[in-house]
């Protein structure tokens, strides 16, 4: 079983910083992109930034230049710098991965259970 847990999410003003962590865990064999998506109340869920296997990113036009995605193969993990938010970034963030469990051939997607980030202007 797979499992990605998000931790780092919270209330903070206009112009600071949070940093979000996700951690997969499992049986897992292979980690190849993972991301982030945001979904904000009453809207869709989006797409926030994403990072593959081999370090390639992608991110929104709206966090360029103020959010920086990362990861950490050895720990699993894909780290969300969030810098100069927002009030429009107050959203769930969620972190997705494709994953390639033990014993299996296929890949999957797996996503967390999101994490609040609120911005206070």
């Known amino acids: 079983q797979v499992q990605l847990v998000e931790s780092g999410g919270g209330l903070v003003q206009a112009g600071g910083s949070l940093r979000l962590s996700c951690t997969a865990s499992?049986?897992?064999?292979?980690?190849?992109?993972m991301g982030w998506f945001g979904q904000a109340p009453g809207k869709q869920r989006e797409l926030v930034a994403t990072i593959t296997s081999g370090g390639s990113i992608n991110y929104a036009d709206s966090v360029k230049g103020r959010f920086t995605i990362s990861r950490d193969n050895a720990k699993k993990t894909v780290y969300l710098q969030m810098n100069s938010v927002k009030a429009e970034d107050t959203a769930v963030y969620y972190c997705?991965?494709?994953?390639?469990?033990?014993?299996?051939?296929?890949?999957?997607?797996?996503w967390g259970q999101g994490t609040q980030v609120t911005v206070s202007s």
């Open positions: 499992g049986s897992i064999f292979s980690i190849y992109a």
């Open positions: 997705n991965a494709k994953i390639r469990p033990i014993g299996i051939t296929s890949q999957y997607m797996y």
